[in-house]
Nanobody
């Protein structure tokens, strides 16, 4: 599976953005999917993930209540709706996929998109 992330951009604090992650295979629809992000000078960190059947969703504490995952299986696409954006949300966002359940560490995800930059300014 190859992933293509898009939707990043520049926004003022308090604003919203929606990231998309499109896959080239329908098998993506049966995988656990999620997002990591990496801010300048920091390690890559888990943002959110959900299982293909929607039975389990996990959000990092830092984004809980502000970010929402969703998917459109007909388009082999996952979305991350980001609201109430904060300066600390500035990062390159990577979509990921794996077989099996949700994991929160980088090494557990074998499939990565190329990243999309989100910049939040005051």
């Amino acid at each position: 599976v190859q992933l293509q992330a898009s939707g990043g951009g520049s926004v003022q604090a308090g604003g919203s953005l929606r990231l998309s992650c499109a896959a080239d295979e329908r098998t993506y629809n049966r995988q656990t999917k999620g997002w990591f992000r990496q801010s300048p000078g920091k390690e890559r960190e888990f943002v959110a993930a959900f299982t293909w059947n929607g039975r389990s969703t996990v959000y990092a504490d830092s984004v809980k209540g502000r970010f929402t995952l969703s998917s459109d299986n007909a388009k082999n696409t996952m979305y991350l709706q980001m609201t109430s954006l904060e300066i600390e949300d500035t990062a390159v966002y990577y979509c990921v996929a794996r077989d099996g359940g949700i994991r929160m560490t980088v090494r557990e995800y074998p499939t990565w998109g190329q990243g999309t930059l989100v910049t939040v300014s005051s």
